[in-house]
């Protein structure tokens, strides 16, 4: 006799693409608030945008040495 399990991949939640674009509009305005460029910001990858505020606090260190 073979038990049935139930496949939870169907029961997942999924992820909405509202909900993307908006952390990705906060993200950005956390670079800007950091120091950052609004227009630098505008032209980075989203996944440059991630990795900066990996490390927020070198953020501000870094547009220094880019400004200078």
Not at 5 to 17: E, L, S, V, Y
Not at 40 to 55: E, I
């Amino acid at each position: 006799m073979k038990k049935h399990i139930r496949n939870n991949n169907d029961t997942r939640p999924i992820k909405a693409g509202k909900a993307k674009r908006q952390r990705q509009k906060v993200q950005a305005k956390r670079l800007v608030a950091l120091g950052v460029p609004e227009q630098t910001v505008a032209k980075m990858n989203r996944n440059v945008v991630r990795d900066l505020l990996k490390r927020p606090a070198a953020v501000p260190a870094a547009v220094k040495k880019a400004v200078a």
